[in-house]
């Protein structure tokens, strides 16, 4: 009996080596040509920890490569999902728990269209952004946890451009401005939060300009013109 137990450790041990050879050998390849091809996994220096895993079709990345954070090899910190004959790549990032964090797609390296941000733990949309080559274009949109509305900006070409409004949690609009290539310009409103005007008026370059009134209750009470006159000095002789 013992015999026979000491034989089994024997050529357990003795497999498990050649096994780990097995898998390495169809893992890390190169092709004829020298280029990556098939399974391929690294792993942080100095440890057996899996830094990202994923497979090549000859060189080109495909299907969907794991990416690690060093110390948490439960979940992966991000993933991304490539598609033959395209240059358009899914991209995700997790919390160290595995929940979404953020999704939106690269072309040739860049962000490009709508990009969604979550609050961190939560199924609840936190923003969402719209990209051209990189840069900010069109609508951004910001959430409360409670999934309310809480902010929506217009962009072109990185920049603030159009329209931005700013709500309560309660849904009633606050602030509302516009912007002119990221510079305020044009009609201010704002609000108290049951949603009645205080003040309104005129940007010019950044500059309140022109007739700014002011209300309470919903009546005018105030009003100012911009910009201010200088007061004239008489010269004394």
């Known amino acids: 009996m013992f015999s026979f137990i000491r034989n089994g450790l024997l050529l357990f041990f003795i497999l498990?080596?050649?096994?780990l050879l097995a898998q390495n050998a169809e893992i890390n390849q190169l092709d004829s040509n020298g280029k990556r091809h098939g399974k391929w996994a690294k792993t942080f220096e100095?440890?057996?920890?899996?830094?990202?895993?994923?497979?090549?079709?000859h060189g080109k990345e495909t299907g969907t490569f794991k990416f690690y954070k060093k110390g948490n090899e439960d979940h992966p910190h991000a993933t991304k999902t490539y598609t033959p004959n395209s240059n358009?790549?899914?991209?995700?990032?997790?919390?160290?728990?595995?929940?979404?964090?953020?999704?939106?797609?690269?072309?040739?390296k860049k962000r490009e269209g709508e990009w969604i941000y979550y609050h961190k733990g939560k199924d609840v949309v936190m923003m969402k952004e719209n990209y051209k080559n990189n840069k900010l274009n069109g609508l951004k949109s910001i959430y409360y946890e409670n999934g309310k509305l809480a902010e929506t900006q217009e962009y072109a070409n990185g920049v603030m451009h159009g329209e931005n409004l700013v709500y309560g949690a309660n849904g009633n609009l606050l602030q509302y401005y516009n912007y002119n290539k990221g510079t305020l310009h044009g009609l201010t409103k704002i609000y108290n939060p049951k949603g009645v005007i205080t003040q309104e008026g005129n940007y010019k370059d950044g500059l309140k300009d022109g007739i700014w009134k002011y209300y309470e209750d919903g009546e005018v009470t105030k009003t100012e013109k911009f910009p201010k006159e200088k007061p004239t000095v008489r010269k004394t002789k």
């Open 88 to 108: 358009i790549v899914e991209a995700k990032f997790f919390t160290n728990k595995g929940k979404l964090l953020t999704q939106g797609q690269f072309v040739d």
């Open 46 to 57: 100095g440890t057996n920890q899996i830094r990202y895993e994923g497979e090549f079709n």
């Open 16 to 19: 498990i080596p050649i096994t």
